[in-house]
């Protein structure tokens, strides 16, 4: 299934009924959004507590750039670190 919705200017996009009961999205949740290797944005349901805790933990647009930085580096380094 396949869908075309505007953006609004809070670049927002309304995730359609259909879509959210299949992946079991419920209002007031929380999904993860991530791009695919072929620059696809892929929307689905948070795997396990990591997940999670990377979408509560998320820098604020308030953290100073380099601030940001460093906490979307530290992120991403204990997402892929090697165990």
Do not use: H
């Not at 959004?33 to 990377?54: G, Y």
Request: charged share 30%.
């Amino acid at each position: 299934m396949s869908c075309t919705y505007s953006i609004t200017s809070k670049g927002q996009i309304t995730i359609p009924k259909e879509f959210r009961e299949q992946l079991g999205l419920n209002s007031g949740g929380k999904a993860t959004i991530r791009v695919n290797d072929k620059n696809e944005i892929v929307i689905t349901n948070p795997k396990d507590l990591a997940e999670v805790r990377l979408l509560l933990n998320k820098p604020t647009f308030k953290d100073k750039t380099p601030d940001r930085e460093q906490a979307i580096g530290a992120q991403l380094a204990k997402k892929y670190a090697v165990n």
